[in-house]
């Protein structure tokens, strides 16, 4: 997992605003969204929640899908960008 503002080359090809939600939320409707995506399409999730960042980082690389970047967006909101492994 990388950490920072190295995002010139990414391509987002959908975005997840879950300000606001809590655990386990955060995570349920993330997989819900990476499972309707096409293989190699990345997701951008946006959290107010610090426990939801790891929570979502470990949960998904456990499932299987790549952590491309957590990327701090201020105080208090983090960019997690998800990537569907091609199969």
Do not use: W
Not at 16 to 25: H, K
């Amino acid at each position: 997992m990388k950490t920072g503002n190295n995002l010139n080359n990414l391509h987002v090809d959908q975005e997840l605003d879950l300000r606001g939600e809590i655990c386990p939320y955060p995570f349920i409707k993330s997989k819900l969204i990476l499972e309707q995506m096409s293989e190699g399409e990345v997701l951008r999730v946006i959290v107010d929640y610090y426990p939801a960042v790891r929570n979502i980082t470990k949960s998904m690389e456990i499932e299987g899908y790549h952590i491309l970047n957590v990327d701090k967006l201020g105080e208090i909101d983090t960019a997690i960008y998800i990537s569907k492994p091609r199969i």
